[in-house]
T-cell receptor, first 112, second 114 residues
Framework: SQQGEEDPQALSIQEGENATMNCSYKTSINNLQWYRQNSGRGLVHLILIRSNEREKHSGRLRVTLDTSKKSSSLLITASRAADTASYFCAIILTGGGNKLTFGTGTQLKVEL | ETGVTQSPTHLIKTRGQQVTLRCSSQSGHNTVSWYQQALGQGPQFIFQYYREEENGRGNFPPRFSGLQFPNYSSELNVNALELDDSALYLC?????????????FGPGTRLTVL
């Protein structure tokens, strides 16, 4: 079974609004990463947050990590139609090298 | 573009057949990982190769096997195909296999088993 669970499963917003996706996991991690996938094709790495970090920014992306609650959130600010995609969190387990364990994903649709 | 390519793009096979999927990693990347993504699910780790040796395996049966070659190409072989093997198969390359080595994914091969 997959370690990560994402919430919501699907999200529809208007262009310019912010989108927030949440990820929960069950075990000890080394780091947590977020990926984007367009139309069932390859995944694109967005951001990595280490287990000793609480918040990280990259452009319009803001990621938080709460290891006590075993949860993370991805915030996309000022969304654009081009942000329409599926977003996955993926955890790196402690001692797991760089093997990724993915969540179930959030489908984001940004409408004009 | 991640610089990782996969072939073929789509493939249709019959139950019981064998299939070989190919991946070309970024130059200099010594590690390749393979993932299976069923429709509507997140990718699941199949196995990883580092410098042509298997370096970890997920919960997949032995009929899933792989090879990695010195020219940064690799293969995923699946024998005795089952209907449940229908999925998108993704390869990802990375410099190494430390926890912070980013994986760069190819566009995937969509396999349909009839």
């Amino acid at each position: 079974s997959q370690q990560g669970e994402e919430d919501p499963q699907a999200l529809s917003i208007q262009e310019g609004e912010n989108a927030t996706m949440n990820c929960s996991y069950k075990t000890s991690i080394n780091n947590l990463q977020w990926y984007r996938q367009n139309s069932g094709r390859g995944l694109v790495h967005l951001i990595l947050i280490r287990s000793n970090e609480r918040e990280k920014h990259s452009g319009r992306l803001r990621v938080t990590l709460d290891t006590s609650k075993k949860s993370s959130s991805l915030l996309i600010t000022a969304s654009r139609a081009a942000d329409t995609a599926s977003y996955f969190c993926a955890i790196i387990l402690t001692g797991g090298g760089n093997k990724l364990t993915f969540g179930t994903g959030t489908q984001l649709k940004v409408e004009l | 573009e991640t610089g990782v390519t996969q072939s073929p793009t789509h493939l249709i096979k019959t139950r019981g057949q064998q299939v070989t999927l190919r991946c070309s990693s970024q130059s200099g990347h010594n590690t390749v990982s393979w993932y299976q993504q069923a429709l509507g699910q997140g990718p699941q780790f199949i196995f990883q190769y580092y410098r042509e040796e298997e370096n970890g395996r997920g919960n997949f049966p032995p009929r899933f096997s792989g090879l990695q070659f010195p020219n940064y190409s690799s293969e995923l072989n699946v024998n005795a195909l089952e209907l449940d093997d229908s999925a998108l198969y993704l390869c990802a390359s990375s410099l190494g296999w430390s926890s912070t080595d980013t994986q760069y994914f190819g566009p995937g091969t969509r396999l349909t088993v009839l």
